[in-house]
């Protein structure tokens, strides 16, 4: 790839489970990296099969909470700076340019946020908080490590810089799938809240889901996205409700 030459090797990771509609488009658009890691929470499918037959490393590892398992794979790459991009972003020509670019040019910033562009239901989707969304997706592993169980944090001890370029965000499959997630991810938090010692009440159960759609759906303009945005704003509000219905579940034994 041309230009790659003058910048930092690059060591491409990502974690997987049952990703096998999703890991060929991964390690395409991410061709340019000098190795691609992935790191395999015992998926069911050919996730790891496919990731081997496109010389992709695969190490297989039981998921135990996301902060974990990604700071498992930083552990296993070989060079310092760091592309880590879920399955379901895809990054563009224009990114990949901008990567090679700001890396050669060495400009003393050890991370980067990316804007993602969210697509949800073949749409996409430009209100309701997705808006302003961007993740730290580039960084040098000397100065960051992640933490949190669940929508883990990337800890930066150093200047964080801003790339211009977008990653396309396809995180929708199908509802179920997509529904599914929320309620991964409303377990997760549950037995952090619960390890916290929080303990649910009626202004959880009512007051935080309602608080979260008329964020979402009124305050962030998702209602100019149409019937999108309204079911957006509902799934997210209802795994709001999920989260402490799990909490209160745990503390009368019956998760």
């Known amino acids: 790839m041309t230009g790659t030459s003058s910048r930092p090797k690059i060591s491409a990771l990502a974690i997987t489970f049952n990703e096998e509609d999703n890991i060929k488009r991964y390690v395409q658009s ?29 190490i297989t590892k039981a998921f135990l909470n996301f902060s974990e398992q990604r700071n498992f794979a930083l552990q296993q790459a070989s060079h310092d700076w760091i592309l880590f991009f879920d ?44 808006q302003t ?33 977008k990653v396309n965000h396809y995180s929708y499959k199908s509802f179920d799938n997509y529904n599914g997630k929320l309620t991964l991810y409303s377990k997760l938090q549950a037995e952090s809240l619960y390890n916290k010692k929080k303990r649910p009440n009626a202004y959880h159960f009512f007051f935080r889901p309602f608080y979260r759609f008329c964020w979402q759906y ?38």
Not at 36 to 54: F, G, N, P, Q
């Open 218 to 255: 009124f305050y962030r303009l998702g209602i100019l996205d149409g019937k999108e945005g309204f079911i957006l704003a509902y799934v997210h509000a209802f795994s709001v409700f999920k989260r402490y219905l799990q909490l209160w579940m745990k503390y009368r034994k019956i998760a």
């Open 133 to 165: 969304d961007r993740v730290v997706r580039l960084f040098n592993k000397n100065f960051c490590s992640y933490s949190g169980l669940v929508h883990e944090k990337l800890n930066t001890n150093g200047p964080v810089g801003i790339l211009k370029e």
């Open 30 to 58: 991410l061709s340019f990296a000098d190795e691609i890691i992935i790191v395999d929470s015992l998926s069911t499918d050919k996730t790891t099969e496919i990731a081997r037959e496109l010389g992709v490393k695969v």
């Open 87 to 130: 399955l379901d972003e895809v990054v563009t020509p224009e990114l990949e340019h901008e990567i090679n670019k700001v890396l050669a040019a060495d400009e003393g910033v050890i991370a980067y946020h990316v804007k993602r562009k969210f697509h949800f239901m073949g749409r996409h989707i430009r209100f309701g908080g997705w």
